[in-house]
């Protein structure tokens, strides 16, 4: 089955870290472009990051930049977010997603940044 | 930055009829939109790329249409298990990819 899988999130507190997980599965994973996609509660969807199939080009939006890292490794599957200095506005669930038109999506995993 | 810009924010539409949603880019993204839909407690899924493309095992009667900076994706028979929210999204310029706000759409 074409899949991802989100893991790692939970509740941190201001200015805590946190390393979020995506296991892709049931697809070549290494030839695709990955994203990372946020939506908090209640609210839309935004964009959070983005890396080429060889990891040589990694974008971030400018409310993350400085302080997320994405990254991701082949031979595993995976796809990873780094989170540091995270603050109460980076609460979402966040979402895992295969190229710039997302033709696939994981469930999410949700982040909460609270005292 | 592309902003995408969503109208109505709410559709009320009865069962059968036709929904009409609307998207408008700030500046011009070619046929670079997605629309995709999302029900509660699920993620988003893809159901319009190239604007006008529907992706994989999305039923003909959604539809999209438009280029350059208005689009518009319809519904043209309502079906209660299409009570979402409809997001258009444009990969023409960036980094940011950028969403619009998105569209509620419920049966009336």
């Known amino acids: 089955e074409v899949q991802l899988v989100e893991s790692g999130g939970g509740l941190v507190q201001p200015g805590g870290s946190l390393r979020l997980s995506c296991a892709a599965s049931?697809?070549?994973?290494?030839?695709?472009?990955m994203n990372w996609v946020r939506q908090a509660p209640g609210k839309g969807l935004e964009w959070v990051s983005y890396?080429?199939?060889?990891?040589?080009?990694?974008y971030y939006a400018d409310s993350v930049k400085g302080r997320f890292t994405i990254s991701r490794d082949n031979a595993e599957n995976s796809l990873y977010l780094q989170m540091n200095s995270l603050r109460a506005e980076d609460t979402a669930v966040y979402y895992c997603?295969?190229?710039?038109?997302?033709?696939?999506w994981g469930q999410g995993t949700l982040v909460t940044v609270s005292s | 930055e592309v902003v995408m810009t969503q109208s109505p924010a709410t559709l009320s539409v009865s069962p059968g009829e036709r929904a009409t949603l609307s998207c408008r880019a700030s500046q011009s993204v070619s046929a670079n939109l997605a629309w995709y839909q999302q029900k509660p407690g699920q993620a988003p899924r893809l159901l319009i790329y190239?604007?006008?493309t529907r992706a994989t095992g999305i039923p003909a009667r959604f539809s999209g249409r438009g280029s350059g900076t208005e689009f518009t994706l319809t519904i043209s028979s309502l079906q209660s298990e299409d009570c979402a929210v409809y997001y258009c999204?444009?990969?023409?310029?960036?980094?940011?990819?950028?969403f619009g706000g998105g569209t509620k759409v419920e049966i009336k």
């Open positions: 190239a604007a006008s």
């Open positions: 999204q444009q990969y023409n310029k960036w980094p940011p990819l950028t």
């Open positions: 049931g697809f070549t994973f290494s030839s695709y472009e």
């Open positions: 997603a295969r190229d710039t038109a997302i033709d696939l």
């Open positions: 890396i080429n199939s060889r990891a040589s080009i990694l």
